[in-house]
């Protein structure tokens, strides 16, 4: 059983994100960058598969060299290979031409199963998982939390408003990863060792018999707005404070 | 001056940060109450590789250089300090005695054991009599037929409680002490006449334990000196250079600590209001923030720079190594005292971590060598010849 798992590299959640002097990017001077937290779910689901299956771990990621760090980190997780599309034709890429690039990239590979994340946490547009399947022309399995892999199928959970969604699919097939999904590995210091002779291919554009990849723009970014300054309720009783504040949240936050 | 640090240093001071972060911290205040670490943590370390630091691969460790071991103790220190003595012992003091001089018998023996965890080592040197004046330690051994046979006590002893051997320094010729008369073992958990002591209470460092070991006609097999009989009565010089070695380390330890506290003074002074505005508008608390992130950044630039000296030399770098350690204990104890006095009564309290961070701090200026030596030592370097 082959599997490629997709990363993106992106802002650590922990980053303040400033927009920068363009009004379009973000200043990314002081990011850390790191896995899609998404994305590791993916990783973790087939190393867990491979470790029962047998077969390769196959991680792609595109984006600039600095990706590389994400890809070695699954390497230590205990990815076997990964290929980096680095390309500078990629910049500003959208959703779609990124699932285009993907699917030149994976397809090749000849994987049984392909994850990724349900949504990566920087854009939040959710769409590769999707545009990834069609272009491969393999069933779309999204926002999943569970995983059975039986003879030649798959069988997923997915959670839907209090109840779960069961899908069953043929392989190969397409998985994105929701969080509850596994709880991954870290990349341990012997890990990080051996990733360092495992096998990173960097590829171009060109090499994926791709042109320069399509673009939706960016016309603005802006920053949510500033939070406002908390309100104390006050009162003398238990009974005051509690009337005050349903009051407040009724006719001032109007959430009750 | 190339400053960049290697991708997989980084990638490992990200998984240590992580690790701190998602399983350390949330404990370590149970971890102070309980005065102990659980099982399972310890457990987790030993498959993230944490214990075999500095051990050679071939012998099952991860053979990383001074600067990755020193990020890697930066980063372990941002928590309570009694996880990074935890793993102290094995990558640092308490192997390195057997990975510097060891017989290659010694080191295919103990060296795994020690790199994957699965045995704690320790290092005992420190005795009532002989504390900065480590030469005059107490404890004998004497050569009997096929035997060695260890007595005296020493003290003072991190992880002798869990230790599963010890690297014992004794003294096989009174006349001559350090030059010739100091001899290393290796002592194990089940040789007989071997006995843990006292367990100390200490000022801090709860969840670390400091023990009395106390050797009671203790016979150990004739190839336990480590180096083999060639390294009868240079057991001095295996101390010496198993210290030197750790003071890089140490000062990592005390910079990742003040570099917390910086992190920890700085939130604080953002949300604590009195007079009506942030702490952190008075210019009061802005000179202590300035001092100490300005501290912390002189100390981080000595510290690498020692770090990388020392791996591209391949030698010890004495005169640095002790500067580094003077340096960041210092300076971890100054910032330590300052982020107290940000905090105001809460830095007193139990409740935050800070008072810990006071507390065990304190000994990084007095254990592997005080301040004092480590002057003596920069000292004699600069006046030597
Ligand atoms: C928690 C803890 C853990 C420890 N773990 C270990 C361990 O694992 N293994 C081990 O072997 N030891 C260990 N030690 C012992 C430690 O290394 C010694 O405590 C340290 O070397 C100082 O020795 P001392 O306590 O005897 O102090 P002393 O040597 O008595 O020093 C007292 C004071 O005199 C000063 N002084 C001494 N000589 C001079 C001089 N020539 N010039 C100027 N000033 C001087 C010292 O700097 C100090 O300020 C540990 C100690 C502690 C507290």
């Keep these: 059983m082959n599997i490629v798992v997709c990363i993106k ?90 699932a285009k690039i993907l699917a030149a990239a994976v397809k090749p590979l000849s994987p049984d199963i392909v994850f990724l ?55 190969p097939a397409v998985i994105s990863a929701q969080k509850g999904l596994n709880e991954p590995r870290y990349a341990s210091l012997p890990g990080i060792m051996k990733a360092k002779k495992k096998p990173l291919e960097v590829k171009t554009l060109a090499d994926l018999g791709l042109d320069k990849a399509g673009k939706a723009e960016i016309a603005a970014l802006t920053p949510p707005p500033a939070r406002a300054a908390g309100k104390t309720i006050s009162g003398e009783t238990a009974q005051e404070l509690a009337a005050n504040l349903a009051k407040a949240l009724r006719e001032e936050a109007k959430v009750i | 001056m190339d400053f960049t640090i290697p991708e997989n240093y980084r990638l490992m001071a990200e998984t240590v940060r992580r690790f701190v972060k998602q399983d350390l911290d949330p404990i370590s205040r149970q971890v102070e109450d309980e005065d102990h670490i659980p099982e399972e943590i310890v457990e987790k370390m030993r498959e993230l590789g944490l214990f075999g630091l500095s051990i050679p691969e071939e012998f099952g460790g991860l053979g990383l250089g001074t600067l990755g071991e020193c990020l890697v103790y930066e980063e372990m220190s941002k928590t309570n300090a009694c996880f990074r003595t935890r793993i102290g012992t094995n990558n640092g003091i308490g192997s390195q005695g057997i990975v510097l001089d060891g017989t290659p018998e010694q080191k295919d023996y103990y060296l795994p054991k020690l790199a994957s965890g699965e045995w704690v080592a320790c290092f005992a040197l420190s005795e009532p009599e002989a504390g900065s004046d480590a030469a005059n330690v107490q404890t004998t051994a004497e050569l009997k037929g096929d035997e060695w046979v260890l007595g005296g006590r020493k003290h003072f002893i991190t992880n002798g409680d869990v230790a599963d051997m010890a690297c014992v320094f004794c003294l096989t010729d009174k006349s001559k002490r350090a030059k010739g008369g100091i001899t290393a073992f290796i002592v194990e958990k089940t040789d007989p006449g071997y006995f843990v002591g006292t367990i100390e209470r200490k000022m801090g460092m709860r969840g670390s334990h400091t023990c009395e070991l106390i050797f009671d006609n203790c016979r150990i097999p004739k190839d336990r000196v480590i180096g083999g009989d060639k390294m009868i009565g240079q057991g001095f010089k295996t101390a010496m250079k198993t210290l030197d070695k750790g003071r890089l380390t140490m000062g990592a330890s005390a910079l990742g600590s003040a570099q917390k506290l910086l992190d920890l003074s700085v939130d604080y002074a953002k949300q604590r209001v009195q007079f009506g505005k942030p702490i952190a508008q008075f210019q009061a608390i802005q000179f202590k923030l300035a001092e100490m992130a300005t501290n912390i950044y002189a100390a981080r630039q000595m510290l690498y720079h020692a770090a990388a000296l020392r791996d591209s030399k391949g030698t010890s770098i004495i005169k640095e190594a002790s500067m580094v350690k003077l340096f960041c204990t210092e300076m971890a104890n100054r910032v330590a005292d300052e982020a107290v006095q940000i905090f105001g009564g809460m830095g007193y309290m139990k409740d935050f971590p800070v008072e810990r961070y006071y507390r065990d701090l304190r000994l990084t200026r007095i254990y592997e060598g005080t301040s004092e030596i480590q002057k003596i030592v920069i000292a004699r370097e600069l006046l030597r010849g």
Excluded: H
């Design chain 1, 117 to 171: 994340g349900m949504r990566a946490v920087d854009d939040d547009a959710g769409l590769v998982g999707p545009a990834l399947a069609e272009f491969l022309d393999m069933p779309n399995l999204s926002v999943v939390t569970k995983v059975e892999v039986g003879e030649g199928s798959v069988t997923v959970q997915r959670p839907v408003e209090g109840q779960t969604l069961v899908l069953e699919a043929s392989l």
């Design chain 1, 9 to 98: 590299q992106v802002p650590d959640t922990e980053t303040q994100i400033k927009i920068a002097g363009d009004g379009k990017t973000i200043a990314t001077d002081d990011i850390k960058w790191v896995m899609n937290p998404y994305d590791e779910f993916g990783v973790e689901e087939a190393l867990r598969i491979q470790k029962a299956k047998g077969g390769e771990v196959i991680v792609v990621g595109a984006g600039p060299k600095r990706v590389t760090e994400s890809l070695r980190t699954a390497l230590a997780m205990g990815a076997d290979k990964a290929v980096l599309i680095e390309d500078d034709g990629l910049y500003g890429a959208d959703p779609l031409a990124v």
